[in-house]
């Protein structure tokens, strides 16, 4: 079965410094692994996803994230931060077969001016 | 661009009442899904359909719960007799294809709360 924990429900960072938002993994398969942001009363978008091609995986609005085998992580970063980041953001793991995500709590990345 | 759309957005109901949910997910999908995501918690998958057929249900899917593809477009979720713990924002989600590297797109939503 797969798992998914995002450390740090609330991430506040002020605009201009790097973001980290970190996801490590359980999966008994090789997995695949996406992050999804939500910002205030809209769905779930995608920002990237790692399905085994390259392990740095770069994303929409200058998102990357780096799947690590060894620490079974996948934490997305973003080397400035602007006031339109303020979002949620879930890191999500697929099972084998591909209908079903799993989800992490969510970390909700607040920016300061 | 093609988007998953979701009615109503909000939907207030009584326990014990019976609750429909609607989707319309992108055209040229064949993969449909709903997750739900109680205040403060984890979203949570609940079913995925294709072909007319549940293809996985989590423990959550019981009884109270059915999905149905009525027609070439709409997708939906019955709720048979709420209950308040059935309290949650439902996300409808669809994708073209099957296998762990497919993205699935999501709708906006319908917080549904059970009085």
């Known amino acids: 079965a797969q798992s998914v924990t995002q450390l740090g429900s609330h991430v506040s960072v002020s605009e201009g410094a790097l973001v980290l938002l970190r996801c490590n993994y359980s999966?008994?398969?090789?997995?695949?692994l996406f992050w999804y942001v939500q910002y205030p009363n809209q769905g779930l978008q995608l920002l990237l996803k790692?399905?085994?091609?390259?392990?740095l995986v770069k994303g929409i609005n200058g998102f990357e994230a780096e799947f690590k085998k060894s620490e079974t992580s996948f934490h997305l970063t973003k080397p400035s931060a602007h006031m339109s980041d303020a979002a949620e953001y879930f890191c999500?793991?697929?099972?084998?077969?591909?209908?079903?995500?799993?989800f992490g709590g969510g970390t909700r990345l607040m920016v300061k001016p | 661009e093609p988007e998953v759309t979701q009615t109503p957005s909000h939907q207030v109901t009584q326990m014990g009442q019976e609750v429909i949910l609607r989707c319309v997910p992108i055209?040229?999908?064949?993969?449909f899904y709903w997750y739900r995501q109680i205040l403060g918690q984890k979203v949570e998958f609940l079913v995925s359909?294709?072909?007319?057929?549940?293809s996985e249900k989590s423990e959550i899917f019981d009884d109270q719960f059915s999905v149905e593809r009525p027609d070439g477009s709409n997708f939906t979720l019955k709720i048979r007799s709420t209950k308040l713990e059935d309290s949650a924002m439902y996300f409808c989600?669809?994708?073209w294809g099957q296998g762990g590297y497919n993205e699935q797109f999501f709708g906006p939503g319908t917080r549904l709360t059970v009085l």
């Open positions: 989600a669809s994708s």
């Open positions: 999966s008994s398969v090789p997995p695949y």
């Open positions: 790692y399905t085994s091609a390259a392990t």
């Open positions: 999500a793991v697929s099972n084998d077969a591909g209908n079903m995500l799993t």
């Open positions: 055209s040229n999908h064949l993969y």
């Open positions: 359909f294709y072909n007319n057929e549940i």
